[in-house]
């Protein structure tokens, strides 16, 4: 197996960049050993794309804005970290990501409806959406065996 690269949603990692300033820290012994190899990229797009942490949660909307529960178009700083985590796969040739499930910017299979009701929906985050557009395989915490078969 050649040295691949993974884009990592630094929440997974145990860096607390989540819009609640916690992390979600996965314990797994491939991410562990991927980590150790030097393959990981770990990248935060909300703040990438020039959001505070701690920040008001945001979810994506029906006609794709992103908002906060105040009712704040946080749209900006979404595409803008979108397309930082875009740059980073283009410029060290990352073809696959590790994103947070239901996260407005990370989900890959799920995200929250925009109500902030809790309820989650089908759906793509707004990173995810660009990775997959421009070939990068996005994976969640939850499929880190069915990724390492892809490598």
């Known amino acids: 197996m050649n ?4 884009l990592v949603s630094a929440c997974l990692l145990g860096c607390p960049v989540r819009y609640d300033g916690q992390s979600k820290p996965v314990i797994h012994p491939l991410l562990q050993r991927w980590q150790a190899n030097g393959w990981i990229i ?10 505070p942490t701690p920040r008001p949660p945001a979810e994506i ?4 804005r992103v908002m906060t529960a105040e009712g704040r178009d ?7 970290g979108a397309e930082q985590a ?3 796969c283009q410029q060290q040739k990352i073809k696959y990501a590790l994103l947070k499930e239901s996260s407005p910017s990370c989900g890959s299979t799920n995200i929250y409806d925009g109500h902030f009701r809790g309820k989650k ?9 660009l990775l997959k557009t421009h070939h990068v395989q996005v ?7 069915e990724m390492f078969n892809s490598l």
Do not use: R
Request: glycine share 12%; net charge negative.
């Open 3 to 6: 040295t691949p690269k993974i």
């Open 42 to 51: 770990p990248f935060c797009p909300e703040q990438a794309g020039g959001l």
């Open 61 to 64: 909307q029906a006609d794709g």
């Open 74 to 80: 946080v749209t900006a700083p979404f595409v803008k």
């Open 86 to 88: 875009l740059a980073v």
């Open 121 to 129: 929906i089908a759906g793509e985050g707004v990173t995810t959406h």
């Open 139 to 145: 994976f969640s915490e939850t499929q880190i065996d």
